[in-house]
């Protein structure tokens, strides 16, 4: 609505949803609902715990008045190419939960944007949640470059990886305010599967995510300074990353 991008005619405050204010751990995932405040992810420990990626984005998302009025449903549904979480999610792997008085439906993250400030939610429908799948002693970690303190990313990566027997088993990274397709490097992410722990692998798929994203140039940046960008934070986010999960996650 700031940009008139939208103009409704009607206004709901769903700010009294209380319900829908919440972190915690249901099984093998981690639930956070839609109303959940910034602030809260920022000081949750159960998120600290296992994804330190959040605190690390949250801290450089906006400033205090932001985080402790705005919230993950609100960031995620505004679409926003440069937003911080849409790109944790996506690194993470989230499946996010829709609901209308129809009944609801679960969507990956990476097939939740259609576009720039388009996502799937429907003119009846509400994100409700966002499950998270637990993963025992992975690093995880969050990269991000800006003009200014809080100000949308120039350019931001995010990843998680989990290491087996000295190779990297799993991993995940985002990408945001670059253009890339459901808000990640899949092509990056499938060539470090299976690879033993190594800085030319890491700087491998690191240039991998920089050929495979589309930043345009504009007032924040030519295209291949944002792409030097995208490569420089991923060798920074997987090293973090994997030097954390070398070490147990935390």
Same mark, same amino acid.
């Given at each position: 609505?700031?940009?008139?991008?939208?103009?409704?005619?009607?206004?709901?405050?769903?700010?009294?949803?209380?319900?829908?204010?919440?972190?915690? %751990?249901?099984?093998?995932?981690?639930?956070?609902?839609? $109303?959940?405040?910034?602030?809260?992810?920022?000081?949750?420990?159960?998120?600290?715990?296992? !994804?330190?990626?959040?605190?690390?984005?949250?801290?450089?998302?906006?400033?205090?008045?932001?985080?402790?009025?705005?919230?993950?449903?609100?960031? $995620?549904?505004?679409?926003?190419?440069?937003?911080?979480?849409?790109?944790?999610?996506?690194?993470?792997?989230?499946?996010?939960?829709?609901?209308?008085?129809?009944?609801?439906?679960?969507?990956?993250?990476?097939?939740? !944007?259609?576009?720039?400030?388009?996502?799937?939610?429907?003119?009846?429908?509400?994100?409700?949640?966002?499950?998270?799948?637990?993963?025992?002693?992975?690093?995880?970690? !969050?990269?991000?470059?800006?003009?200014?303190?809080?100000?949308?990313?120039?350019?931001?990566?995010?990843?998680?990886?989990?290491?087996?027997?000295?190779?990297?088993?799993?991993?995940?990274?985002?990408?945001?305010?670059?253009?890339?397709?459901?808000?990640?490097?899949?092509?990056?992410?499938?060539?470090?599967?299976?690879?033993? %722990?190594?800085?030319?692998?890491?700087?491998?798929?690191?240039?991998?995510?920089?050929?495979?994203?589309?930043?345009?140039?504009?007032?924040?940046?030519?295209?291949? !300074?944002?792409?030097? $960008?995208?490569?420089?934070?991923?060798?920074?986010? $997987?090293?973090?990353?994997?030097?954390?999960?070398?070490?147990?996650g935390v």
């Amino acid at each position: 609505m700031k940009l008139r991008l939208a103009r409704p005619e009607r206004l709901v405050d769903i700010n009294p949803i209380s319900d829908l204010s919440y972190i915690r %751990v249901e099984g093998q995932e981690l639930a956070i609902g839609a $109303l959940t405040r910034h602030a809260m992810l920022l000081s949750s420990e159960a998120l600290r715990r296992h !994804y330190p990626i959040f605190a690390e984005a949250e801290r450089v998302i906006a400033d205090p008045v932001v985080r402790n009025r705005g919230t993950i449903g609100g960031s $995620l549904c505004q679409g926003d190419p440069a937003e911080d979480l849409s790109a944790v999610v996506c690194a993470l792997g989230a499946q996010l939960v829709i609901r209308s008085s129809a009944g609801s439906r679960t969507v990956p993250a990476r097939e939740f !944007y259609l576009g720039p400030y388009e996502t799937q939610v429907g003119p009846a429908e509400m994100l409700t949640e966002v499950r998270l799948p637990l993963r025992p002693g992975a690093g995880s970690a !969050y990269e991000k470059v800006e003009r200014r303190a809080g100000d949308w990313s120039i350019a931001a990566v995010g990843c998680f990886v989990t290491v087996a027997d000295g190779r990297i088993s799993d991993v995940g990274i985002g990408l945001a305010a670059v253009n890339a397709q459901g808000f990640c490097a899949r092509a990056a992410e499938e060539a470090l599967r299976g690879q033993p %722990v190594t800085p030319e692998h890491l700087a491998a798929a690191a240039d991998m995510a920089a050929a495979g994203c589309r930043p345009q140039s504009d007032q924040r940046g030519p295209e291949d !300074y944002k792409r030097h $960008l995208v490569g420089e934070l991923a060798r920074r986010a $997987l090293w973090r990353a994997t030097r954390q999960a070398g070490q147990g996650g935390v």
